[in-house]
C-alpha cells in the first residue's frame, strides 16, 4: 500500500496521557502540569499495580476528568466495580477481550465512562483494519502499543509508519516507547494521534515517575505559533 493511504492531519499539539502512575504527590504535579490523562494500572502482575500503592477510595478522591483504569483480561463485573468504586473517567482495555466483552462491557458500565482498546503491534500487522472497524462502534479511542508478553511497560517502540498503510477511522492514542530521543519521529505518522500515552522511558523506577524528563517532553511537543495549516 502506498504511505499516503491517510491524508495529513492538522499539525496541532496532541494530549498527553502519563501511565502507571502510584504516587499521590506526583499525580497533583502532573495535574498542575495540565496532563489531559492519568493512567492506573490495575493488573496485578505489572510492577505499576496501582493497587500496591493506593487505595480506590484514595484514586476516587483525586480531582482529574481524565482518570484512566488499564485492565488486562480482567473479569467483567471487577472492571465495572473498580470503575465506580475509584469514579474513573475511562476504562483502557489492555488484554485479549473479544468484541462481546466489549459489548456487554459498553451496556454495564456508566454511559459517562469512555472505553480506551488497546491493539498491540508487533510484526504480524494483517487484519489491523478489520479489526479496527470491528470495534469502533464499541470504543471511544483506540491505543496501539508494541505486542509484548508482558502487555506493555517494555519502553520499545513499534514501526509508526504501519500507522500510514491502514485506515485509522477512530481516534487513537499512541504508546510504546515514546521518548525525549524518539518524539521527532512523529512526524512521520500522516494521521496523527490524539494523544500520547508515556510510560517506562519517563522513569526513575517502576511507578516513581521523572517530572523534570515529563516538563522537558511536554515542551518539545508544543506547536509553534503558525504551525496550524495542513502540510
Known amino acids: 500500500m502506498s504511505e499516503n493511504r491517510q491524508p495529513k492531519t492538522i499539525n496541532q499539539k496532541p494530549k498527553l496521557k502519563v501511565c502507571g502512575l502510584t504516587k499521590l504527590n ?98 504480524q500487522t494483517e487484519n489491523l483494519e478489520s479489526k479496527i472497524h470491528n470495534l469502533k462502534s464499541k470504543i471511544d479511542y483506540l491505543l496501539f502499543d508494541t505486542d509484548s508478553k508482558a502487555f506493555g511497560g517494555t519502553g520499545k517502540t513499534f ?27 512523529l512526524s512521520t505518522i500522516n494521521h496523527q494521534p490524539i494523544a500520547l500515552d508515556i510510560n517506562s522511558k519517563f522513569e526513575i523506577e517502576a511507578g516513581n515517575k521523572d517530572l523534570e524528563k515529563i516538563k522537558e517532553f511536554i515542551n518539545l511537543t508544543e506547536v509553534p505559533k503558525g504551525r496550524t495549516s495542513r502540510e
Do not use: A, C
Not at 485509522?168 to 510504546?176: D, Q, R, W
Not at 515514546?178 to 518524539?183: A, G, Q, R, V
Open 26 to 123: 506526583q499525580i497533583q504535579e502532573l495535574i498542575d502540569m495540565k496532563v489531559d490523562f492519568l493512567g492506573f494500572i490495575f493488573y496485578e502482575k505489572s510492577p505499576r499495580y496501582v493497587l500496591n500503592h493506593l487505595s480506590l477510595k484514595k484514586i476516587s478522591e483525586i480531582n482529574h476528568q481524565g482518570k484512566v483504569g488499564v485492565f488486562v483480561n480482567e473479569d467483567l463485573e471487577k472492571i465495572v466495580e473498580i470503575s465506580e468504586k475509584s469514579k474513573l473517567n475511562f476504562i483502557q482495555l489492555h488484554g485479549d477481550e473479544t468484541e462481546d466483552f466489549i459489548s456487554t462491557l459498553r451496556q454495564k458500565l456508566n454511559p459517562e465512562i469512555g472505553i480506551i482498546k488497546v491493539i498491540r503491534i508487533g510484526n
Open 159 to 185: 514501526d509508526w509508519k504501519i500507522l500510514n498503510d491502514i485506515e485509522i477511522t477512530v481516534p487513537y492514542f499512541l504508546s510504546g516507547g515514546i521518548s525525549l530521543e524518539n518524539i521527532h519521529q
